[in-house]
């Protein structure tokens, strides 16, 4: 197993840009993909970024593409989520998850496991 825990979650306005990181424990970190995904309040689930175990592989959900940019560290066992131009929209709480597996997915079921999340708050 692994553990997440993500951070760097805040206010912002629109426009402005935050990092969120996932610091990752437990395991040989490289063993897994690993994603980004947002819940805003009354709303479901939503993928927005992915990346494959060796991070040569990443995907963006078209809502997020452009602004934000998923990276990884497998020597820090950190993943990152680079959010530039935040708009009002981006508003949610940020999960870091993992999966095994070489490949990435944009299915958050794919995702054994999951951080606490963290609130990204963007106001216009």
């Known amino acids: 197993q692994v553990q997440l825990v993500e951070s760097g979650g805040g206010l912002a306005q629109a426009g402005d840009s935050l990092r969120l990181s996932c610091a990752a424990s437990?395991?040989?970190?490289?063993?897994?993909?690993m994603g980004w995904f947002r819940q805003a309040p009354g709303k479901a689930r939503e993928f927005v970024a992915a990346?494959?175990?060796?991070?040569?592989?990443?995907y963006h959900a078209d809502s997020v593409k452009g602004r934000f940019t998923i990276s990884r560290d497998n020597a820090k066992n950190m993943v990152y989520l680079q959010m530039n131009s935040l708009k009002p929209e981006d508003t949610a709480v940020y999960y870091c998850?993992?999966?095994?597996?070489?490949?990435?997915?944009?299915?958050?079921?794919?995702?054994?496991?999951w951080g606490q999340g963290t609130q990204v708050t963007v106001s216009s």
């Open positions: 990346m494959s175990r060796s991070g040569g592989t990443t």
């Open positions: 998850a993992a999966r095994e597996g070489f490949s990435l997915s944009q299915a958050w079921s794919s995702y054994a496991y």
């Open positions: 437990g395991r040989t970190f490289s063993n897994y993909a």
